[in-house]
């Protein structure tokens, strides 16, 4: 068959085998929430992944809240070693932190929250022009809507979102920007800007952490087509939240995330790392702080020393809850493995190799099963006592 008859055929069946797999497209949960008694059992979790399942009586310490003006002035030779200290702790219990003197204003924290919060409160119509289904039917990762569904058990989240490629530049679609609110845009540009400066006071702390170069994460943030990703996720109230989840249960693929939280209404939870146990734990509320966790990305550069934290969203009974999420990824076609400046005898190699891109579709196809995809990544204890995890995997 030529190659062009080829394509709009397999066009085509794609085309028919989602009309004929309705599971495939969900409904908004915002919609599909108003004025509802009980979640469909397509939402309802398993009993061992309920909110009250495993979740934590008191945080064995608390998630630090690290001052990033005092650790740029320990860049500068200034001192503040107490708040790298902080940092390193605050990874190694938790893989995460409370952000503050970020240099963002709380007005314009603010600000990011109520264009975010006016989007999502638009008319279903209007949204759906960003919809993040081609022609109704097929997925694609940038747009508005659900998460994908990649079979017919899947447990859905209760959540919708909207996802957008913020930088660089060159990779913006435009036109999945929403026009409305009107100042949408203009504010989360500015947000883009100036998130980016706290990712790189972040990024260079993370490196010294390591005995590393301090621009070595820096400069791979800005090699080739280095993306950022923005999520903003809309959880609407539900009215049975015990047996829900907002969002399920991950780690995120980035090389770090910096997350605005609604301070209105909590729901973010976190595992502690290495933990074993699988208990939840609240992240507390403290207004106008930024949240940051590393990402699966470092965890395999730091061959380790960084641990990407498992953590998973809630839903509530009175308020709705919104949070805007910046991945900072590497170029996606660039090679992710452990630094071989962190990698020696004492420290075999313990993850092998991959790119963003791959690992993004592995990430996204074991969320949908609820599995993690560091798995597939990490080598074993087993493999790395007989001596093949020193090899590529
Ligand atoms: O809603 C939250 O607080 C967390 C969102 C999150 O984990 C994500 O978008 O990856
Ligand atoms: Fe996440």
């Given at each position: 068959?030529p190659e062009?008859?080829?394509?709009?055929?397999?066009?085509?069946?794609?085309?028919?085998?989602s009309?004929?797999?309705?599971?495939?497209?969900p409904?908004?949960?915002?919609?599909?929430?108003?004025?509802?008694?009980?979640?469909?059992?397509?939402?309802v979790?398993?009993?061992?992944?309920?909110?009250?399942?495993?979740?934590?009586?008191?945080?064995?310490?608390?998630?630090?809240?690290?001052?990033?003006?005092?650790?740029?002035?320990?860049?500068?030779?200034?001192?503040?070693?107490?708040?790298?200290a902080?940092l390193?702790?605050?990874?190694?219990?938790?893989?995460l932190?409370?952000?503050v003197?970020h240099?963002?204003?709380?007005?314009?924290?603010?600000?990011?929250?109520?264009?975010t919060?006016?989007?999502?409160n638009?008319?279903?119509?209007?949204?759906q022009?960003?919809?993040?289904?081609?022609?109704?039917?097929?997925?694609?990762?940038?747009?508005?809507g659900?998460?994908?569904?990649?079979?017919?058990?899947?447990?859905?989240?209760?959540?919708?979102r909207?996802?957008?490629?913020?930088?660089?530049?060159s990779r913006?679609?435009?036109s999945?920007?929403?026009?409305?609110?009107?100042?949408?845009?203009?504010?989360?540009?500015e947000y883009?800007?100036?998130?980016?400066?706290?990712?790189?006071?972040?990024?260079?702390?993370?490196?010294?952490?390591?005995?590393l170069r301090?621009?070595?994460?820096?400069?791979?943030?800005?090699?080739?087509?280095?993306?950022?990703?923005?999520?903003?996720?809309?959880?609407?109230?539900?009215?049975?939240?015990?047996?829900?989840?907002?969002?399920?249960?991950?780690?995120?693929?980035?090389v770090?995330?910096?997350?605005?939280?609604?301070?209105?209404?909590?729901?973010?939870?976190?595992?502690?790392p290495?933990?074993?146990?699988?208990?939840?734990?609240?992240?507390?509320?403290?207004?106008?702080?930024?949240?940051?966790n590393?990402g699966?990305?470092?965890?395999?550069?730091?061959?380790?020393?960084?641990?990407?934290?498992?953590?998973?969203?809630?839903?509530?009974?009175?308020?709705?809850?919104?949070?805007?999420?910046?991945?900072y990824?590497?170029?996606?076609?660039?090679e992710?493995?452990?630094?071989?400046?962190?990698?020696?005898?004492?420290?075999?190699?313990?993850?092998?190799?991959?790119?963003?891109?791959?690992?993004?579709?592995?990430?996204?196809?074991?969320?949908?099963?609820?599995?993690?995809?560091?798995?597939?990544?990490?080598?074993?204890?087993?493999?790395?006592?007989?001596?093949?995890?020193?090899?590529?995997?």
């Amino acid at each position: 068959m030529p190659e062009a008859e080829d394509q709009q055929e397999r066009q085509l069946t794609t085309k028919l085998a989602s009309m004929a797999r309705p599971w495939k497209i969900p409904p908004i949960v915002q919609e599909l929430a108003a004025g509802l008694q009980e979640p469909p059992s397509r939402y309802v979790v398993r009993d061992q992944d309920r909110p009250a399942a495993a979740a934590a009586a008191a945080m064995p310490e608390p998630i630090p809240i690290v001052d990033l003006s005092r650790l740029s002035a320990a860049d500068d030779g200034g001192g503040a070693d107490g708040e790298v200290a902080k940092l390193r702790c605050a990874l190694q219990n938790w893989g995460l932190f409370l952000a503050v003197g970020h240099g963002i204003e709380p007005g314009f924290l603010a600000e990011m929250m109520q264009v975010t919060r006016g989007f999502f409160n638009l008319p279903t119509e209007e949204k759906q022009k960003y919809s993040n289904l081609v022609n109704g039917k097929e997925f694609r990762f940038e747009g508005y809507g659900n998460d994908v569904v990649l079979s017919e058990d899947q447990i859905l989240d209760w959540c919708d979102r909207l996802y957008l490629i913020v930088e660089p530049e060159s990779r913006v679609v435009g036109s999945l920007w929403p026009a409305r609110p009107p100042a949408f845009s203009a504010v989360l540009r500015e947000y883009t800007a100036r998130c980016r400066r706290i990712a790189d006071v972040v990024l260079s702390s993370l490196a010294r952490l390591l005995g590393l170069r301090e621009g070595r994460f820096v400069g791979m943030m800005n090699e080739g087509v280095a993306m950022t990703h923005a999520r903003f996720n809309y959880y609407p109230r539900c009215p049975r939240p015990d047996l829900v989840l907002g969002l399920k249960s991950h780690s995120d693929a980035s090389v770090i995330t910096v997350v605005l939280i609604d301070d209105t209404v909590g729901g973010l939870q976190v595992q502690k790392p290495n933990d074993g146990g699988g208990v939840w734990y609240d992240v507390p509320i403290v207004p106008s702080a930024l949240l940051v966790n590393v990402g699966d990305a470092i965890e395999i550069m730091s061959n380790g020393f960084f641990t990407s934290p498992v953590h998973r969203a809630v839903a509530n009974a009175e308020r709705d809850r919104v949070s805007l999420a910046m991945f900072y990824t590497l170029d996606p076609e660039k090679e992710i493995e452990p630094l071989p400046e962190l990698v020696d005898e004492k420290r075999p190699r313990r993850y092998g190799k991959t790119t963003t891109k791959d690992y993004l579709a592995v990430l996204f196809e074991r969320f949908a099963g609820g599995a993690r995809a560091m798995d597939t990544v990490k080598i074993s204890t087993a493999e790395l006592d007989s001596g093949s995890g020193s090899e590529d995997g």
